[in-house]
C-alpha cells in the first residue's frame, strides 16, 4: 500500500514524504493488523491534518478485488479513526487530475508526479500513485474551500 504526504500552501505543493506499507502476516487478518499499524504509526509521525484514498478498481478477479477492498477499509479506517476528513477519488478522476487524462498510463502519473513535486525520491509506483492521490485531493480540496468561501462571503 503506497502512501504520500505532502504540504499544500495556496497552490504551492510540497514533497513530504512517501513510502510502502508492505503487508507482514499469513493470514489476511494478520495482514491487515500490520498494514492498519503502519498507517497509524504514519499518521502520529506525520501529523497530517486530511486524507485521501483512491476507490477500488473492480475488475473480473473478484477475490482480488475484494482484498483490495479490505485493504482499502484499513486505508480509510486509519485516518478516520484519528478523526481526519477522508477524502474519497476515482482512478480516473486523480489520473485526469494530475496528468490531464483520464486514463493515463503510470508511467505519466509517474513524471507528472516527478513534474510537479521537483526533487522527489518515490518509493515505488505504489507510493507515486499515493502522491498524485494527495495531489488531487489537495486540488479539490482548494476548489471546495474557495467555493465554501465563496457562497459564505455571498450570503453575509
Not at 14 to 42: D, F, I, W
Not at 58 to 67: A, M, P, R
Not at 74 to 85: R, S
Request: glycine share 10%; hydrophobic share 45%.
Amino acid at each position: 500500500m503506497g502512501w504520500g504526504v505532502i504540504d499544500v500552501e495556496g497552490s504551492r505543493l510540497t514533497h513530504v514524504a512517501n513510502g510502502v506499507c508492505h503487508s507482514e502476516g499469513a493470514e489476511m487478518p494478520e495482514r491487515l493488523v500490520s498494514l492498519y499499524r503502519q498507517l497509524k504509526a504514519l499518521i502520529a509521525e506525520y501529523r497530517p491534518d486530511q486524507a485521501a484514498v483512491e476507490h477500488t478498481f473492480v475488475n473480473k478477479d473478484g477475490s482480488g478485488t475484494l482484498k483490495l477492498g479490505q485493504a482499502r477499509g484499513v486505508a480509510v479506517l486509519a485516518p478516520a479513526e484519528a478523526g481526519l476528513p477522508v477524502g474519497e477519488y476515482a482512478p480516473n478522476q486523480v489520473k485526469k487530475t494530475v496528468v490531464g487524462v483520464g486514463h493515463a498510463a503510470k508511467q505519466q502519473v509517474d513524471h507528472m508526479v516527478r513534474m510537479q513535486l521537483p526533487g522527489v525520491k518515490l518509493a515505488g509506483p505504489d507510493a507515486a500513485d499515493a502522491l498524485a492521490i494527495a495531489m488531487c485531493h489537495a486540488y479539490f480540496a482548494r476548489s471546495h474551500g474557495g467555493l465554501a468561501a465563496a457562497l459564505a462571503r455571498a450570503s453575509a
